[in-house]
């Protein structure tokens, strides 16, 4: 029986058995007091010499130790649920002790080196990871009852599509062939779309070979969705319905608070043209992406790539706290997307902003196969594949991603993608010890 049950079940009387790892421990002469804790809870043991048998090797536990017990449950004088032991046995003996729950691990590179010790004893780590299982459980039911079917798409791509990003690159050679991880599932998921699968989505992993930081990892996770007959308005709606009924959810309501700011999920959000807000925020009127580049060398920002990214990244972001849907992005810098039928410099496309952070992208997907071969020949990287299953009709659709990461970060007030993640992407150790816990 799991501890919860027996805590939820209790009365006093009442034999039980139960199996758990010993987490403290107090011998006393001839009598002992401990905790044991499963997955579910954590609850007192005691054992009397008199009554417990092999009471000589039971004073000899050792935090760690798994064991199983049986007994009856009682309260102590201070009301506290405990089982009276008439025997145990050791189920797991480790070799290593674990550290105590009290002193905890002191060093955050252990704690995610280790990430087993780090969930033994810091409960709220344990919690954490409890409601990102609850937030990817959540987004998946909502979908599912509006209709989005889940599917599975490739991991392995012959052609890095989808997202501007080096991709990782690893080879199969029963098929002599050069592949990479996919750096985004979108294309395959519109092919989806292409061939009748009308609402679609898939929650999984993707790869992009590039720096790691506080909001970045290798490796992470990400949701993408697509509605045919629909618009990047559509995905707007979509985005800020998900987000607020996930946080209202899982976590009772939709104000939360994140690095000390008060923030709002609840719809409507704000919208904000990029350009303008770009103006705004550094004081003079940026129009275009020639601006972007004279304003970087006026401000004597050097060796950038995207002057518009960094213009957004350091100057924008930063101050879109409640959520912000950023639009009206430059169609040169949206090689998907389609442009808006009033201005063809213009993608109808949107990221979600909040807290300062990217938590997702948006668009109304481009369907013209000449045009995206187009822009696929100006990037590079040509898909023949999905430009030819684009010549056979893709419906007007709106596409949307959200980083599952960032959006764990949000509704458990981190602020490093590393403390959402099991385990993150680490340089090895040449002598991978203990170290300080």
């Excluded at 609850?43 to 039971?58: M, P």
């Excluded at 912000?324 to 009033?342: G, H, M, N, W, Y």
């Excluded at 909040?354 to 196969?369: K, Q, V």
Aim: overall charge negative.
């Amino acid at each position: 029986m799991q501890i919860k049950e027996l805590l939820d079940g209790f009365f006093e009387g009442k034999g039980v058995k139960a199996k758990g790892r010993l987490v403290s421990f107090r011998p006393h002469g001839g009598s002992a007091f401990g905790h044991i804790k499963d997955g579910t809870g954590k609850i007192q043991i005691y054992g009397k010499v008199d009554k417990l048998k092999s009471f000589a090797e039971f004073s000899y536990l050792t935090l760690g130790d798994i064991i199983s017990v049986e007994g009856e449950l009682f309260l102590t004088r201070t009301s506290e649920k405990t089982i009276f032991l008439y025997s145990f046995s050791i189920l797991t003996k480790p070799q290593n002790p674990i550290p105590k729950e009290w002193y905890g691990i002191r060093d955050v590179e252990i704690r995610h080196r280790k990430r087993y010790l780090d969930l033994l004893v810091n409960e709220e780590v344990k919690e954490r990871f409890e409601k990102r299982s609850k937030i990817i459980s959540c987004l998946r039911r909502l979908l599912d009852e509006k209709g989005y079917l889940e599917v599975e798409t490739p991991m392995m791509h012959a052609i890095a599509q989808g997202a501007e990003a080096e991709p990782f690159l690893t080879f199969h050679n029963a098929l002599d062939l050069n592949l990479c991880l996919r750096i985004a599932p979108e294309l395959y998921l519109k092919r989806l779309v292409v061939g009748g699968l009308d609402r679609v989505y898939e929650i999984g992993k993707t790869f992009r070979n590039e720096g790691i930081s506080t909001v970045h990892n290798p490796e992470f996770t990400i949701l993408e969705a697509y509605l045919a007959y629909g618009d990047y308005n559509d995905m707007m709606e979509l985005a800020s319905w998900l987000i607020s009924s996930v946080a209202k959810e899982v976590l009772g309501e939709t104000k939360i608070t994140y690095n000390n700011n008060v923030i709002d999920l609840a719809p409507p959000w704000k919208k904000a043209s990029v350009f303008p807000a770009i103006s705004e925020a550094i004081g003079e009127e940026v129009k275009n992406l020639e601006d972007c580049a004279r304003v970087c060398e006026k401000l004597n920002i050097k060796e950038i790539e995207d002057p518009f990214k960094t213009l957004v990244d350091r100057f924008v972001q930063p101050n879109l706290i409640q959520p912000t849907f950023l639009i009206d992005f430059p169609a040169e810098l949206s090689p998907l997307a389609k442009k808006r039928s009033d201005d063809a410099n213009i993608a109808e496309r949107f990221e979600i902003i909040i807290a300062g952070h990217e938590l997702g992208n948006a668009y109304s997907e481009l369907s013209d196969p000449d045009e995206q071969l187009e822009n696929f020949q100006k990037q590079g990287r040509v898909d023949r594949d999905y430009v030819s299953a684009l010549s056979y009709g893709l419906p007007p659709t709106g596409g949307l991603g959200i980083g599952i990461d960032r959006l764990v970060m949000l509704l458990t007030n981190q602020t490093s993608i590393r403390e959402v993640i099991l385990f993150p992407l680490l340089k090895p150790k040449d002598e991978d010890s203990e170290g300080d816990i």
